[in-house]
Nanobody, 126 residues
Framework: QVQLVESGGGSVQAGGSLTLSCAASGYTGSRYCMAWFRQPPGKDREGVAVICSDGMTSYGDSVKGRFTISKDNAKNTLALQMNSLKPEDTAMYYC????????????????????WGQGTQVTVSS
């Protein structure tokens, strides 16, 4: 069973940076996608960034050019570097994993993921 534990959330002023980390354990197999999602209060969960075993990455339109996803395979950790943060980036951020092949255009769909972390809060003040 895949287990995911996020860390690194916090409060920051607009224009600042934060790095989120996700420690993953319990999965096997060579095909996977790992992703970050976020959910602002009262809104639906949305895809932020994803990286898959084929090496491809994908980003939500609102974070392109500001956020970078990366994975350390030796340490089984996923990271999200967030720069130029905006108040609208305020949300609970979740790490998620799908231990199977996902079609490229579905990789930011939360319904495609079956393992989730508990979430870490990011608050950006203006």
């Amino acid at each position: 069973q895949v287990q995911l534990v996020e860390s690194g959330g916090g409060s920051v002023q607009a224009g600042g940076s934060l790095t989120l980390s996700c420690a993953a354990s319990g999965y096997t197999g060579s095909r996977y996608c790992m992703a970050w999602f976020r959910q602002p209060p009262g809104k639906d969960r949305e895809g932020v960034a994803v990286i898959c075993s084929d090496g491809m990455t994908s980003y939500g339109d609102s974070v392109k050019g500001r956020f970078t996803i990366s994975k350390d395979n030796a340490k089984n950790t996923l990271a999200l570097q967030m720069n130029s943060l905006k108040p609208e980036d305020t949300a609970m951020y979740y790490c998620a994993a799908a231990v199977r092949w996902l079609d490229y255009y579905t990789r930011l769909n939360p319904a495609r993921y079956n393992a989730w972390g508990q979430g870490t809060q990011v608050t950006v003040s203006s």
